[in-house]
């Protein structure tokens, strides 16, 4: 006798009897065996090896012991491929079983076995299934066509599988209708590229119909389908979106956030005129506003939710700011959640209910949350200004509590107020040093040198606070370092005599006996500006600052419209795309907002389209990188007006590949590229002039131009002048009416508005015919053209050059000056054409000491061109002469103050030189006049 | 319930009828038989339009049971005014209804109602053109609606507390002193009345005596409760008493919040009443009942 039976019989044991009971005759001992094998596998224990015994007991009539065997098969059928081949007889004779249940039942089961041989034989009942003539078959064979085209995709778009699919969205039973939806949504995600679901309205009608009938959750996987989908225009979308309001009223918070995605998507395509986005935007509130009544947890992701639509779309919620009062027993993720979107509702009509709740707020036991409401009040200063000052005192009364938190928390958000109103509340710097000494934090420290720094000269001792900061320099923190240096310098620069020793301690502090690589550059760049030119020091440190602006915690605009596509999932949560957070091919497909269709606007570029016109709608952001680059290189191209073009051109090329910036600069450049295609005139008068007029010119189509000569628009005003800026202009005479051609495009960081103009005296008594028109504040980066219309009836004082015109233009920030030479045709009447007799008669009347002779150089038109060209802008020929082979033209002008003149113009064919002679009883207009004959004939 | 990550069935009468929840019966009648609770029929009801009710249900007695419940979630400030208050209502229904009934429900007062969810057997269509509820109810206990009314001054708030709490600066003790009072109950009864409150953590204990219920405070949470019960509007319930704050430190920065809970049977603070119940489809006459709640939800008082 061996030892073996000692290893075999361990082995045995329980798994021994299983199998035994497995293969017993008796029905009620079976199922009980097989209730154990689950039981086991579901705690984890390896019961693989009964595989031939429990596909023995498939073949069975008693429902509960096939979806036991089923469920076995599930786990173990990866495990042992090769014996899952046999469950496949069973599965195929169980699909043409009479009872549905079980018909779907072997389908979805089968579905769920990954191996690769098996589907293979999966297909032909799959086919039948997905034809059977129950609904409930059919809806679950709709989703086995999802699961077998994840383990073989080529299988199923060969087996011709997904035109069943699609042809089943046209199926009779709602439910099928979903689940075929559902599974087409899932293949097309994981495919971007196959168009499964390209929509048309007769299928979105299906759908729509279907949504009423089916279940939540099919009513989910149809809502979902629906928001991928684009209307073809604005009708249509309005008809979609009416069919799927009624959704919002289902007790399932899913079903409701899946229905507001559609919305808020298809929203987009309305125009804000209609009635129906307004009826819109008062559906969408109520259900939101249920959605928090849930539990926190859901409440939660409704706010998140929320919060994206709060930025989309303020107006919706705008009336309902009280229901996002923190209760407070909510949890502190939810009172977080909840201040955020009070800040982001907050406005001038709501803004005491607010300020008040914040206050109360500030009370609260959770250290966490107060400084947020501290913080909070600092926001809603900034961004509602009418609100400021009560922020302003608010925080003042916080700051009397003396919590210590509540304190700093205070300094810090006043620090920002200070940077958006500069010089405003400076008279509460004296209360804010009361509590100087209790300030431990290093944003709080920061924040309060800071304050001292730029406030220096309003601060009698702000070299004794600086001083007693220094003390401990090197324990500080990086932050309340550099901030201690630059506002040292800052100090230094404003009383300069009291604080040298001060300065040099601390560039030598930040210099040598730092380690720290931002602080010694930073001190460094101080050092060499002061030893240098401590004039130049002022300028850069002591500069104007860009006030800060007024949302700086906005989500940016792309990624805010994607994410409005995602309402309802995780993305919306995280407030992250789908691809930041998933793994693998899913959820890479970027969905983007319809474009808003106007009246013929066409969706030709779905990508670039939606965030061009978000980009126009969107409340200032943060300045991506891209627009300071923009800026700060535009400063440097700012001055050389006269600079050649062609540098421009490659420095915009350079400027283009970093994105953004690039419209400021196409929009005040001086270059001769035919800027007005970037902008859209506001007139419809002269504009054409100023581009058009320009080709027009050069063709020599003179006879058929009814205005005169227009030259391209130069930089009258730079934006490094006026605090951000940019006019650039030129004039034109058209039909009798001057006017002035204007470009204000705005580089600065903040809306520019109530734009005025205003003229000096000058020789014509040129002056504005109307007031300057800017219909909607210039949002910064955008230009507008305007062309102010001029008459010659205001008061005249002669300039020096004659052509001399002063300007004043005024907007919200400050009233800015320049000067520019007008060209003296714009003031060439249309009637300035003398009789012959009377031009003879004139001509010798003129003393010849008032004739004035010049050179045109360079001019190679012939004489009947010139005439034709210089009628154009009413220089008009009266007589034409050859003598010895010189083409001798007699002309006449005049001027809008009644001033004639006189030209006799001498052409010789072989000679590109032209010799003009001009007689006029004002002869200091002559060279005036010889100019504008110059710039008219060369151009 | 789930298929490849799909929900499927959620509606708790398929589920049922899938795999009978177990009896005493059944259970007697599997071992005899050697049947499963296991259905091994289709659910009717999965693929009809009526998804949620299964057929050929059958009762003895038939009855429709409506219960209109409110909450009213307030904040209300120290001086007592109303900050924010909201009511959440439900409607829940028990019904037991032979067939394949058609009730309408209406109401007194529908336009009360700011924001309605409903059960997905509500004909909302109905409800957008006449106010009325039509349905065909699931069988047994369900939520047939809920909604929500906002409109401040539609907003009863049915009790008061005034309160005095302060904590003295010098010396170690501070005084409490809450009273509770019915406000606003249209006649009905306040009951149930249990005041909760997180006091500061510098409170180290507190002697109180309640005119009614009984009052527990932990000092190791902080948490104050007052099982109060009935109110009687002419004997005022109060709680009265010291506190002993801890000493040598500053007076606690935070003023505690009083957290009230409440009920009152037979009212619905929002004043929504239901007109009438009509049942179609069906011949017999079914014994009908609504009854009205209305309860604290979040109920909050600063101080």
């Given at each position: 006798?061996?030892?073996?039976?000692?290893?075999?019989?361990?082995?045995?044991?329980?798994?021994?009897?299983?199998?035994?009971?497995?293969?017993?005759?008796k029905?009620?001992?079976?199922?009980?065996?097989v209730?154990?094998?689950?039981?086991?596998?579901?705690?984890?224990?390896?019961?693989?090896?009964?595989?031939?015994?429990?596909?023995?007991?498939?073949?069975?009539?008693?429902?509960?012991?096939?979806?036991?065997?089923?469920?076995?098969?599930?786990?173990?059928?990866?495990?042992?491929p090769?014996?899952?081949?046999m469950?496949?007889n069973?599965?195929?004779?169980?699909?043409?079983?009479?009872?549905?249940?079980?018909?779907?039942?072997?389908?979805?089961?089968?579905?769920c076995?990954?191996?690769?041989?098996?589907?293979?034989?999966?297909?032909?009942?799959l086919r039948?299934?997905?034809?059977?003539?129950?609904?409930?078959?059919?809806?679950?064979a709709?989703?086995?066509v999802?699961?077998?085209?994840?383990?073989?995709?080529?299988?199923?778009?060969?087996?011709?599988?997904?035109?069943?699919?699609?042809?089943?969205?046209?199926?009779?039973?709602?439910?099928?209708?979903?689940?075929?939806?559902?599974a087409?949504?899932?293949?097309?995600?994981s495919?971007?590229?196959?168009?499964?679901?390209?929509?048309?309205?007769?299928?979105?009608?299906?759908?729509?119909?279907?949504?009423?009938?089916?279940?939540?959750?099919g009513?989910?996987f149809?809502?979902?389908?629906?928001?991928?989908?684009?209307?073809?225009?604005?009708?249509?979308?309005?008809?979609?979106?009416?069919?799927?309001?009624?959704?919002?009223?289902?007790?399932?918070?899913?079903?409701?956030?899946?229905?507001?995605?559609?919305?808020?998507?298809?929203?987009?395509?309305?125009?804000?005129?209609?009635?129906?986005?307004?009826?819109?935007?008062?559906?969408?509130?109520?259900p939101?506003v249920?959605?928090?009544?849930?539990?926190?947890?859901?409440?939660?992701?409704?706010?998140?939710?929320?919060?994206?639509?709060?930025?989309?779309?303020?107006?919706?919620?705008?009336?309902?700011?009280?229901?996002?009062?923190?209760?407070?027993?909510?949890?502190?993720?939810?009172?977080?959640?909840?201040?955020?979107?009070?800040?982001?509702?907050?406005?001038?009509?709501?803004?005491?209910?607010?300020l008040?709740?914040?206050?109360?707020y500030?009370?609260?036991?959770?250290?966490?949350?107060v400084?947020?409401?501290?913080?909070?009040?600092?926001r809603?200063?900034?961004?509602?200004?009418q609100?400021?000052?009560?922020c302003?005192?608010?925080?003042?009364?916080?700051i009397?509590?003396?919590?210590?938190?509540?304190?700093?928390?205070?300094?810090?958000?006043?620090?920002?107020?200070?940077?958006?109103?500069?010089?405003?509340?400076?008279?509460?710097?004296?209360?804010?040093?009361?509590?100087?000494?209790?300030?431990?934090?290093?944003e709080?420290?920061?924040?309060?040198?800071?304050?001292?720094?730029?406030?220096?000269e309003?601060?009698?001792?702000?070299?004794?606070?600086?001083?007693?900061?220094?003390?401990?320099?090197?324990?500080?923190?990086?932050?309340?370092?550099?901030?201690?240096?630059?506002?040292?310098v800052?100090?230094?620069?404003?009383?300069?005599?009291?604080?040298?020793?001060?300065v040099?301690?601390?560039?030598?502090?930040?210099t040598?006996?730092?380690?720290?690589?931002?602080?010694?550059?930073?001190?460094?760049i101080?050092?060499?500006?002061?030893?240098?030119?401590?004039?130049?020091?002022?300028?850069?440190?002591?500069?104007?600052?860009?006030?800060?602006?007024?949302?700086?915690?906005?989500?940016?605009?792309?990624?805010?419209?994607?994410?409005?596509?995602?309402?309802?999932?995780?993305?919306?949560?995280?407030?992250?795309?789908?691809?930041a957070?998933?793994?693998g091919?899913?959820?890479?497909?970027h969905?983007?907002?319809?474009p808003?269709?106007?009246?013929?606007?066409?969706a030709?570029?779905?990508?670039?389209?939606p965030s061009?016109?978000?980009?126009?709608?969107?409340?200032?952001?943060?300045?991506?990188?891209?627009d300071?680059?923009?800026?700060?290189?535009?400063?440097?191209?700012?001055?050389?007006?006269?600079?050649?073009?062609?540098?421009?051109?490659?420095?915009?090329?350079?400027?283009?590949?970093?994105?953004?910036?690039?419209?400021?600069?196409?929009?005040?450049?001086?270059?001769?590229?035919?800027?007005?295609?970037?902008?859209?005139?506001?007139?419809l008068?002269?504009?054409?002039?100023s581009?058009?007029?320009?080709?027009?010119?050069?063709t020599?189509?003179?006879g058929?131009?009814?205005?005169?000569?227009?030259?391209?628009?130069?930089?009258w005003?730079?934006?490094?002048?006026?605090?951000?800026l940019?006019?650039?202009?030129?004039?034109?005479?058209?039909?009798?009416?001057?006017?002035?051609?204007?470009?204000?495009?705005?580089?600065?960081?903040?809306?520019?508005?109530?734009?005025?103009?205003?003229?000096?005296?000058?020789?014509?008594?040129?002056?504005?015919a109307?007031?300057?028109?800017v219909?909607?504040?210039?949002?910064?980066?955008?230009?507008?053209?305007?062309?102010?219309?001029?008459?010659?009836?205001?008061?005249?004082?002669?300039?020096?050059?004659?052509?001399?015109?002063?300007?004043?233009?005024?907007?919200?920030?400050?009233?800015?000056?320049?000067?520019?030479?007008?060209?003296?045709?714009?003031?060439?009447v249309?009637?300035?054409?003398?009789?012959?007799?009377?031009?003879?008669?004139?001509w010798?009347?003129?003393?010849?000491?008032?004739?004035?002779?010049?050179?045109?150089?360079?001019c190679?038109?012939?004489?009947?061109?010139?005439?034709?060209?210089?009628?154009?802008?009413n220089?008009?020929?009266?007589?034409?002469?050859?003598?010895?082979?010189?083409?001798?033209?007699y002309?006449?002008?005049?001027?809008?103050?009644?001033i004639?003149?006189?030209?006799?113009?001498?052409?010789?064919?072989?000679?590109?030189?032209?010799?003009?002679s001009?007689?006029?009883?004002?002869?200091?207009?002559?060279q005036?006049?010889?100019?504008?004959y110059?710039?008219?004939?060369?151009? | 319930m789930?298929?490849?990550?799909?929900?499927?069935a959620?509606?708790?009468?398929?589920?049922?009828?899938?795999?009978?929840?177990?009896?005493?019966?059944?259970?007697?009648?599997n071992?005899?038989?050697?049947?499963?609770?296991?259905?091994?029929?289709?659910?009717?009801?999965?693929?009809?339009?009526?998804?949620?009710?299964?057929?050929?249900?059958?009762?003895?007695?038939?009855?429709?049971?409506?219960?209109?419940i409110?909450?009213?979630?307030?904040?209300i400030?120290?001086s007592?005014?109303?900050?924010t208050?909201?009511?959440?209502?439900?409607?829940?229904?028990?019904?037991?209804?032979?067939?394949?009934?058609?009730?309408?429900?209406s109401?007194?007062?529908?336009?009360?109602?700011?924001d309605?969810?409903f059960?997905?057997?509500?004909?909302?269509?109905?409800?957008?053109?006449?106010?009325?509820?039509?349905?065909?109810?699931?069988?047994?206990?369900?939520r047939l609606?809920?909604?929500?009314v906002?409109?401040?001054?539609?907003?009863?708030i049915?009790?008061?507390v005034?309160?005095?709490?302060?904590?003295r600066?010098?010396?170690?003790?501070?005084?409490?002193?809450?009273?509770?009072g019915?406000?606003?109950?249209?006649g009905?009864?306040?009951?149930?009345?249990?005041?909760?409150?997180?006091?500061?953590k510098?409170?180290?204990?507190?002697?109180?005596?309640?005119?009614?219920?009984?009052?527990?405070?932990?000092?190791?949470?902080k948490?104050?409760?007052?099982?109060?019960?009935k109110?009687?509007?002419?004997?005022?319930?109060?709680?009265?008493?010291?506190?002993?704050?801890?000493?040598?430190?500053?007076?606690?920065?935070?003023?505690?919040?009083?957290?009230?809970?409440?009920?009152?049977?037979?009212?619905?603070?929002?004043g929504?009443?239901?007109?009438?119940?009509?049942?179609?489809?069906?011949?017999?006459?079914?014994?009908?009942?609504?009854?009205?709640?209305?309860?604290?939800?979040?109920?909050?008082v600063?101080?």
């Open positions: 006798m061996t030892d073996s039976k000692y290893f075999t019989t361990t082995k045995k044991g329980e798994i021994f009897e299983l199998k035994a009971e497995l293969n017993s005759d029905k009620e001992k079976k199922k009980e065996a209730k154990k094998v689950i039981a086991s596998m579901t705690v984890g224990k390896d019961v693989s090896a009964l595989f031939p015994d429990v596909v023995n007991c498939m073949q069975t009539d008693n429902l509960e012991l096939k979806k036991l065997v089923y469920l076995y098969l599930m786990n173990y059928a990866k495990s042992q090769d014996m899952a081949i469950a496949v069973t599965f195929v004779k169980d699909c043409e079983d009479p009872n549905p249940l079980i018909r779907a039942l072997a389908v979805r089961t089968m579905g076995i990954r191996v690769d041989k098996i589907t293979e034989y999966l297909c032909e009942p039948k299934c997905l034809k059977d003539e129950d609904p409930y078959v059919r809806k679950t709709a989703v086995c999802a699961k077998l085209h994840d383990i073989n995709a080529q299988l199923v778009e060969d087996q011709g599988f997904l035109d069943t699919l699609k042809d089943l969205i046209s199926d009779s039973n709602p439910m099928v209708v979903a689940n075929a939806v559902a087409l949504s899932e293949i097309a995600e495919h971007p590229s196959s168009n499964l679901l390209d929509l048309n309205p007769q299928s979105i009608n299906k759908l729509l119909t279907a949504l009423n009938e089916c279940t939540e959750w009513q989910i149809i809502l979902d389908c629906l928001a991928n989908y684009m209307p073809k225009d604005d009708r249509e979308a309005q008809s979609i979106c009416e069919r799927v309001t009624p959704r919002l009223s289902h007790a399932n918070s899913a079903v409701v956030l899946s229905a507001v995605k559609v919305l808020m998507k298809f929203m987009e395509m309305l125009s804000k005129d209609l009635d129906y986005y307004g009826t819109l935007l008062k559906k969408l509130a109520p939101l249920t959605l928090l009544s849930a539990e926190p947890e859901l409440q939660y992701v409704a706010l998140r939710n929320i919060n994206l639509i709060v930025q989309k779309r303020p107006e919706i919620l705008k009336h309902e700011m009280k229901v996002f009062f923190v209760k407070y027993n909510d949890p502190i993720y939810v009172k977080l959640e909840k201040l955020d979107i009070m800040i982001r509702l907050a406005s001038q009509a709501n803004i005491a209910q607010v008040a709740e914040l206050k109360e500030a009370t609260e036991v959770d250290v966490d949350f400084r947020k409401a501290v913080r909070a009040i600092g809603c200063a900034i961004k509602v200004e609100s400021a000052e009560r302003v005192s608010t925080l003042l009364d916080l009397q509590t003396k919590v210590n938190y509540v304190v700093q928390e205070a300094i810090v958000v006043i620090k920002d107020i200070f940077r958006k109103y500069p010089n405003k509340y400076e008279s509460v710097i004296a209360t804010l040093c009361e509590n100087l000494d209790s300030l431990d934090e290093p709080a420290r920061a924040a309060m040198i800071w304050i001292v720094g730029e406030y220096a309003r601060i009698d001792n702000a070299d004794e606070l600086l001083e007693s900061f220094l003390e401990g320099f090197h324990d500080e923190s990086t932050q309340v370092q550099l901030q201690l240096l630059t506002a040292i800052k100090l230094f620069l404003k009383k300069p005599t009291e604080t040298q020793e001060l040099q301690q601390v560039l030598s502090l930040a040598q006996d730092s380690d720290n690589p931002d602080l010694r550059d930073r001190g460094y101080y050092w060499r500006l002061l030893s240098t030119d401590p004039v130049a020091a002022k300028e850069v440190v002591l500069a104007e600052k860009p006030l800060i602006s007024e949302e700086t915690d906005l989500i940016e605009p792309t990624l805010l419209d994607e994410l409005i596509c995602y309402i309802g999932t995780l993305a919306s949560v995280y407030h992250k795309p789908p691809s957070f998933v793994e091919s899913r959820g890479v497909v969905k983007s907002l319809p808003r269709t106007g009246s013929s606007e066409s030709e570029s779905p990508d670039t389209a061009g016109v978000q980009a126009a709608e969107q409340p200032a952001v943060i300045p991506t990188q891209g300071l680059l923009g800026d700060l290189l535009n400063l440097d191209l700012g001055p050389p007006v006269s600079g050649p073009p062609l540098a421009t051109s490659v420095q915009m090329g350079a400027v283009d590949l970093l994105g953004g910036g690039l419209d400021s600069l196409m929009g005040g450049s001086n270059t001769f590229a035919p800027a007005p295609s970037t902008t859209v005139p506001t007139t008068g002269a504009p054409l002039g581009g058009l007029g320009d080709l027009f010119d050069l020599g189509g003179v058929t131009l009814s205005g005169s000569y227009v030259a391209p628009k130069t930089v005003l730079p934006a490094m002048k006026a605090k951000g940019e006019i650039s202009g030129t004039f034109s005479r058209q039909v009798g009416s001057i006017s002035m051609d204007l470009v204000l495009t705005n580089k600065a960081l903040q809306v520019m508005s109530d734009f005025a103009i205003q003229f000096n005296r000058n020789s014509f008594g040129l002056a504005p109307a007031p300057l028109q219909h909607a504040p210039l949002a910064p980066n955008q230009s507008v053209e305007i062309s102010l219309p001029l008459n010659t009836v205001g008061s005249v004082m002669k300039m020096d050059p004659l052509n001399n015109l002063q300007v004043a233009v005024k907007n919200n920030i400050d009233v800015f000056y320049f000067s520019t030479l007008y060209p003296l045709h714009i003031l060439f249309e009637d300035g054409k003398m009789e012959r007799q009377m031009f003879l008669a004139t010798k009347d003129i003393a010849n000491e008032n004739e004035a002779q010049f050179q045109i150089k360079d190679s038109l012939n004489a009947d061109a010139v005439s034709s060209k210089l009628q154009g802008s220089i008009f020929t009266i007589a034409k002469r050859n003598v010895e082979g010189q083409d001798m033209l002309q006449s002008l005049k001027l809008t103050n009644g004639w003149v006189l030209a006799e113009l001498r052409i010789q064919p072989s000679n590109p030189s032209f010799t003009l001009l007689k006029c009883r004002a002869p200091e207009v002559s005036y006049v010889y100019q504008a110059e710039t008219i004939l060369k151009n | 789930l298929d490849n990550g799909f929900p499927l959620t509606e708790s009468n398929i589920l049922k009828e899938l795999i009978k929840p177990p009896t005493i019966l059944r259970t007697v009648v071992t005899i038989t050697g049947s499963t609770n296991v259905g091994d029929q289709l659910p009717t009801g999965q693929l009809s339009v009526v998804p949620w009710r299964r057929t050929g249900v059958k009762y003895t007695n038939n009855e429709a049971y409506f219960d209109v409110e909450e009213i979630d307030a904040i400030d120290k007592g005014s109303t900050i208050a909201e009511i959440q209502g439900v409607i829940d229904a028990c019904v037991k209804l032979t067939g394949m009934p058609d009730l309408t429900l109401f007194m007062n529908p336009r009360l109602l700011d309605v969810s059960h997905p057997c509500v004909r909302f269509k109905r409800w957008e053109s006449e106010r009325i509820l039509s349905f065909i109810p699931p069988d047994g206990n369900f609606l809920s909604y929500h906002s409109a401040q001054n539609l907003v009863a049915p009790v008061y005034k309160h005095n709490i302060s904590f600066d010098s010396s170690s003790l501070g005084r409490f002193e809450i009273t509770v019915p406000k606003q109950t249209m009905k009864t306040v009951e149930g009345v249990m005041v909760t409150s997180q006091m500061p510098g409170v180290l204990n507190m002697t109180l005596t309640p005119s009614q219920g009984t009052h527990i405070f932990d000092p190791v949470t948490l104050l409760s007052w099982d109060v019960g109110i009687n509007p002419q004997k005022l319930p109060s709680l009265k008493g010291s506190m002993t704050l801890q000493a040598g430190t500053s007076k606690p920065d935070e003023n505690p919040t009083i957290n009230l809970q409440f009920k009152i049977q037979q009212l619905a603070i929002s929504l009443k239901v007109n009438r119940l009509d049942m179609y489809g069906e011949k017999y006459k079914p014994f009908k009942g609504i009854k009205y709640m209305t309860k604290a939800g979040k109920f909050q600063r101080t």
